[in-house]
């Protein structure tokens, strides 16, 4: 299958990009995170995830299409505007990739995101599902968090930035204020 993978960040695109390709899929990375913020933190995870790529051997280099995309005013009212921020963030996330991955001809598409234990799991696969039915391209579902700490540990001999938090300014302010 050709498959578009979204990226949230380059710890993340380790464990499921490899798996991806062990099962003779071919991996398109796709990077739209508006929800990063400040604007700072989101160009360092975008860079740290450049770097990466760059490090990647022939063998198993990813092709990477970045949608530098803030919008940052229609992401905040939508975080605001919700009583659960984080689904309202994967939807707003999966919606652009789905949209991309049938503009482009993808077979699939599938996110990076189901590779952490912090996340939603369940929400993910649920949102993914259904906008992929709303843009006519199949959302390709694989639980990826078995790989977390392997891509963890691989990632910090990369020496490259390591986030602290999962993105968005609510998420920021919470990891900050449990100090």
Not at 20 to 43: A, Q
Not at 68 to 87: N, P
Not at 129 to 136: F, P, T
Not at 143 to 156: E, H, M, T
Request: glycine share 6%; proline share 3%.
């Amino acid at each position: 299958m050709n498959i578009l993978l979204h990226v949230c960040c380059g710890q993340c695109l380790i464990y499921p990009y490899q798996t991806l390709l062990k099962e003779d899929h071919k991996v398109t990375g796709f990077f739209f995170n508006p929800n990063i913020h400040p604007y700072t933190e989101h160009k360092m995870r975008m860079d740290a995830l450049r770097g990466y790529v760059e490090s990647i051997t022939k063998d198993e280099a990813i092709k990477m299409i970045y949608k530098d995309d803030q919008r940052l005013k229609e992401f905040l009212r939508g975080a605001v505007d919700t009583e659960d921020r984080c689904s309202f963030c994967y939807e707003f996330r999966l919606n652009e990739t789905a949209k991309t991955a049938k503009l482009e001809n993808f077979d699939m598409f599938t996110t990076t995101l189901l590779g952490s234990p912090h996340q939603k799991h369940d929400v993910i696969k649920e949102v993914g599902e259904r906008v992929g039915k709303k843009h006519g391209v199949s959302f390709y579902y694989e639980d990826f968090r078995p790989g977390f700490n392997n891509a963890r540990s691989v990632w910090r001999e990369t020496k490259l930035y390591r986030q602290k938090y999962c993105g968005c300014i609510f998420s920021e302010m919470e990891r900050y204020n449990k100090q």
